[in-house]
């Protein structure tokens, strides 16, 4: 059953990066709605469809501030998506632990332990866990700083390398797989 209404004017595009196409949506407030990776277009719909029931998005051209902040956050500027308005559906507890990933400064980490007890819920590890999973908004609510406890890195729906390179990118500290 959707968790929201289905927002109005939902349109998408795609926005080369240096690690593959960014698949992105947004809705007719300019809202950024998907953040995804080409390539996972069919779990990106399944989200879409869990939270708002089936939407049929148009093919367009993202807003002008939505595809430069992308392009200067690629290029170095890493707070140069901080400022973009989300929308999301979801739980009332998914959209903390989404608001709370939205904290995570650029170079920094975090363990789904520390984020659930930063919400309030530390015996709620393995949720977090699944509602890091099920954020609609990856990069821009930066899911790929979540990390191990240990430092390790963990999964991340674009794939581990593509985690790999956001957190190098942003010159965050964690230890690669022995």
């Not at 148009?58 to 501030?65: D, F, H, R």
Request: include cysteine; proline fraction near 8%.
């Amino acid at each position: 059953m959707p968790t929201a209404k289905p927002p109005e004017g939902l349109a998408f595009d795609r926005i080369p990066t240096p690690i593959g196409q960014a698949l992105v949506m947004w809705d007719a407030q300019g809202a950024l709605r998907v953040f995804d990776w080409d390539g996972y277009e069919s779990r990106m719909l399944r989200l879409l469809e869990r939270h708002y029931g089936p939407v049929t998005p148009t093919s367009g051209k993202a807003p002008v501030l939505l595809h430069n902040s992308l392009t200067a956050y690629f290029s170095g500027d890493l707070s140069a998506i901080d400022s973009l308005v989300c929308e999301t559906a979801g739980t009332p507890f998914q959209r903390s632990v989404w608001a709370a990933l939205r904290e995570i400064p650029p170079g920094r980490t975090e363990s789904y332990g520390a984020l659930a007890a930063r919400i309030g819920k530390p015996a709620a590890v393995r949720a977090v866990g699944l509602a890091n999973g099920a954020n609609p908004i990856g990069l821009v609510v930066p899911c790929h700083r979540v990390i191990g406890a240990n430092g390790s890195l963990t999964g991340y729906g674009g794939g581990i390398e593509r985690k790999r390179w956001l957190l190098q990118h942003e010159g965050a500290a964690f230890r690669l797989a022995a």
